[in-house]
């Protein structure tokens, strides 16, 4: 079945660490993005990439980055430099060209400071 | 700026009801508006979607409409089910070619459907 995979579930950073979220799909998609959702805020683009080694910033990138090197993978890696990093994270995928099937979602990682 | 909102932020019915979700958005130059569904703690769920050009999308007891030059959606929920409790998202692409296919989303309407 073709699908978005985000790895681990959850994960929990201590203070200075630097943690890696990962996100796999086997939908031959062009784009990926990731989300961020907090309670009340809806979800914010952090980062997004329409084709392979090139991405760009989305509302919220500040303490974040990421890598595009496989059109199937997009990991997001939440840096020490992020004050506030406790949230879900949500990566999507869709086609390049608006198209009849939209954005799909992977089940998301909840990140937690410690 | 696009910006999309989503009302109520709540609601809560009886079970069998039929209910509408409301969104709207400020640009009317959007590609497609997709409706979401998430249950607590999960990803999201895509319900429907609705090209700019088309008026309304139907699946199973959900349907949802779309008029743009108004700048409104709704979705509308048949003999609602408690299995229904979540909260759905509403989101629009915008049209513009710098967006770079990202989605705008609302903040959400939390749904409890009570037996």
């Known amino acids: 079945d073709g699908g978005i995979t985000q790895s681990p579930k959850y994960l929990f950073r201590k203070e200075g660490q630097n943690v890696t979220l990962s996100c796999e799909q086997n939908?031959?998609?062009?784009?990926m993005y990731w989300y961020r959702q907090d309670p009340g805020q809806g979800l914010r683009l952090i980062y997004y990439?329409?084709?392979?080694?090139?991405?760009q910033k989305g509302d919220i990138a500040e303490g974040y980055s990421v890598s595009r090197e496989k059109k199937e993978s997009f990991p997001l890696t939440v840096t020490s430099a992020q004050k506030n990093p406790t949230a879900f994270y949500l990566c999507?995928?869709?086609?390049?060209?608006?198209?009849?099937?939209?954005?799909?979602f992977g089940s998301g990682t909840r990140l937690t400071v410690v | 700026k696009q910006e999309v909102t989503q009302i109520p932020a709540a609601l809560s019915v009886p079970e069998g009801e039929n209910l509408v979700l409301n969104c709207s958005f400020t640009d009317s130059a959007i590609y497609n508006l997709q409706w979401f569904r998430q249950d607590p703690g999960k990803g999201l769920t895509s319900l429907l979607l609705?090209?700019?050009?088309?008026r309304e999308q139907t699946s199973g007891r959900l349907n949802a409409s779309l008029d743009k030059s108004s700048g409104r959606s709704t979705l509308y929920i048949a003999a609602s089910q408690p299995g229904d409790s979540a909260t759905y998202l509403c989101?629009?692409?915008?049209?513009?070619?710098?967006?770079?296919?990202?989605?705008?989303f609302g903040q959400g309407t939390e749904l409890s459907v009570k037996p």
């Open positions: 999507a995928s869709s086609m390049r060209q608006p198209g009849e099937y939209g954005y799909t």
């Open positions: 990439s329409q084709i392979v080694n090139d991405f």
């Open positions: 609705i090209q700019s050009s088309q």
């Open positions: 989101a629009v692409r915008p049209g513009l070619r710098n967006q770079g296919g990202k989605l705008i």
């Open positions: 939908l031959n998609h062009d784009a």
